[in-house]
């Protein structure tokens, strides 16, 4: 029997070679995890970096979008009444119906109106033969105005002749009436 521990050999040989390989295994492993938290640090410079100057530039583009809305808000809306107001008959089943239409147009121009103005005649023919070829069914629908209206607006684009950069910004509906 053995006297003292150390007499012993519990593995006193493979602890030699063992701790070696643990020790060239660990400084791997710190190697491997440096090479890691590296990389993984200059992805995220680089991805804070690279987003900083795309929401730079969306940043930008807000800005330029806002100062454009605020251009607009500060120009006011100018109406134009086109009186009288419009009465037109249709057919529908059989029985004559009538549609009266009060409008109004809308430009941040004073121009545009004044040519809407000067050409009241071809517009109040054009608008008029427009109302007279609708739909009873259709107009009864939201967006059957809504689409009537944005005919109204077209219509006025092509009788009145703006200049290039002028156009004609809205139509409203100020009295819909059907029976």
Do not use: C, W
């Not at 808000?73 to 009060?102: K, T």
Request: hydrophobic share 45%.
């Amino acid at each position: 029997m053995a006297k003292k521990p150390d007499d012993l050999n519990l593995g006193k040989g493979l602890k030699k070679d063992t701790q070696g390989k643990e020790k060239s295994m660990n400084k791997m492993l710190i190697i491997i995890i440096a090479v890691v938290v590296l990389l993984a640090g200059g992805g995220g410079a680089a991805y804070f970096f690279l987003a900083g100057g795309e929401e730079e530039s969306a940043g930008e583009s807000a800005a330029v979008v806002a100062e454009a809305a605020v251009e607009e808000e500060e120009r006011e809306a100018i109406y134009l009444p086109l009186d009288p107001a419009f009465v037109v008959n249709f057919e529908h089943n059989g029985s004559i119906r009538y549609l009266q239409l009060s409008l109004q147009v809308m430009s941040y121009e004073q121009a545009v109106l004044d040519k809407v103005q000067a050409n009241m005649p071809a517009v109040r023919n054009t608008l008029i033969l427009l109302f007279s070829g609708q739909n009873f069914d259709e107009l009864n629908t939201l967006e059957g105005k809504e689409a009537l209206r944005l005919k109204v607006k077209d219509a006025i684009q092509e009788v009145v002749h703006f200049k290039k950069g002028q156009t004609l910004d809205d139509v409203f509906f100020t009295g819909f009436v059907m029976q």
